[in-house]
């Protein structure tokens, strides 16, 4: 039987301390990685999370396109025709407002809310024996009437 004995190499114990140094630089490279990785992702996820709550009162398209939206609209037997319309006002979130285009091709806008937030629909209603538009916003839970037999206030011809 040969008997042995370990003889320390110090070239060996400098080539265990390099290869725990690039161990411990691998595995801080791997954090670094790590900790970017996860702060874009978690930007990702706050700027979703804002353009989410954000769209609820206000629709990205509508700020750039500027084009008003037709929530309902109906249209009477004698001619009458009522639209609600809702539309970016560049100030103040969303203007409603009911639009009365009448026979003789006059209109008349009767602003319902100048400070809205964004609808999708509404539910309008014609009541023809009493003259009068019934709009219900599901946003305000509350009614809007117009009667178009009264003298109208603003028209445009």
Request: aromatic share 12%; with cysteine; charged share 25%.
């Amino acid at each position: 039987m040969v008997k042995r004995t370990f003889k320390f190499d110090p070239c060996f114990a400098r080539h265990l301390l390099v290869l725990a140094w690039h161990a411990r630089r691998c595995e801080s490279e791997i954090l670094k990685l790590t900790i970017g990785r996860t702060l874009i992702l978690g930007a990702i996820a706050l700027m979703l999370g804002l353009f989410g709550c954000l769209s609820y009162y206000v629709w990205p398209p509508d700020i750039i396109s500027g084009r008003p939206t037709i929530l309902g609209s109906v249209e009477s037997q004698d001619g009458e025709r009522f639209q609600v319309i809702q539309f970016w006002n560049h100030n103040d979130f969303y203007t409603t407002q009911l639009t009365h285009f009448r026979p003789d091709a006059s209109t008349n806008i009767a602003v319902i809310d100048s400070d809205d937030r964004k609808e999708w629909s509404c539910s309008i209603r014609l009541i023809e024996e009493e003259k009068k538009v019934v709009v219900f916003l599901k946003s305000k839970k509350q009614v809007f009437e117009y009667r178009w037999d009264c003298e109208p206030k603003n028209i445009r011809r």
